[in-house]
């Protein structure tokens, strides 16, 4: 089964708009992570946020914002005031507990295309 | 301020050499992995290691082999490369809960694309 899904292969949007890229993920542990990554044309793999299962507010980091359903298991990735750099690859990851053999599992990706 | 360094940004081998990817980080991390990406299938990880000379098999190890002999090196190795083994392969390295300076984010490195002809 499919611990993260990202249901969106690419979006648009129109600069200076919000987005939202949506993920979904599946699992029975209690304590886990996620995560939003930013993978530009260049490659390299930016962090961008993260949410602990215990966090009770969503995480924010200034245009970037994770709307945490727990109940629901989603983990969508808002970005406002859209820019024309946001343009990239977006990788939603789980991490489930904390011990050594964790693992970061990702999801397919989406493409996001920022129109001017 | 560069922080996981991968050897070869593009690498171009022939079906059946041996291979050797590179990666080091300066960040004192005791966790390295190396994942490869498709499109459509994300990032998907070969091996991982929690310590020098510790290895575990990731997802799809088959094909690959690791050693990580100093605590900032983990060497990823194709014994005998294939054409279905041309992909981007991602080192990341990230910190242990306890020790030292936690914090949640992996780091990556560039990538290296490899193709084999």
């Known amino acids: 089964a499919q611990k993260i899904t990202q249901t969106q292969p690419g979006m648009f949007v129109q600069e200076k708009e919000a987005v939202t890229l949506d993920c979904t993920y599946d699992?029975?542990?209690?304590?886990?992570?996620l995560f939003w990554y930013k993978q530009p044309s260049s490659g390299e793999m930016i962090f961008l946020i993260y949410?602990?299962?215990?966090?009770?507010q969503n995480a924010t980091e200034g245009r970037y914002s994770l709307n945490f359903q727990k109940a629901r298991k989603s983990a969508n990735l808002v970005i406002s005031a859209s820019q024309l750099g946001d343009s990239a690859m977006y990788f939603c990851?789980?991490?489930?507990?904390?011990?050594?053999?964790?693992?970061?599992?990702f999801g397919a990706g989406t493409i996001l295309r920022v129109k001017s | 301020d560069v922080k996981v360094t991968q050897s070869s940004r593009y690498l171009v081998k022939r079906t059946g050499e041996k291979v050797f990817l590179e990666c080091v980080q300066d960040?004192?991390?005791?966790?390295m992995f190396w994942y490869r990406q498709d499109p459509g299938l994300g990032l998907r990880l070969i091996y991982f290691?929690?310590?020098?000379?510790?290895?575990e098999k990731g997802d799809i190890p088959e094909g690959y082999s690791v050693s990580r002999e100093k605590k900032e090196r983990f060497s990823l190795i194709l014994e005998s490369a294939s054409t279905n083994q041309t992909s981007m392969y991602l080192c990341?390295?990230?910190?242990?809960?306890?020790?030292?300076?936690?914090?949640?984010?992996?780091?990556f490195g560039s990538g290296t694309r490899l193709t084999v002809v």
């Open positions: 960040m004192d991390h005791e966790n």
């Open positions: 290691s929690y310590d020098v000379k510790m290895k």
């Open positions: 949410q602990g299962s215990y966090d009770e």
């Open positions: 990341a390295s990230s910190s242990t809960p306890g020790q030292g300076t936690f914090s949640y984010g992996y780091t």
């Open positions: 990851a789980m991490r489930e507990g904390w011990a050594y053999g964790n693992k970061l599992v």
């Open positions: 699992t029975s542990d209690q304590s886990y992570g």
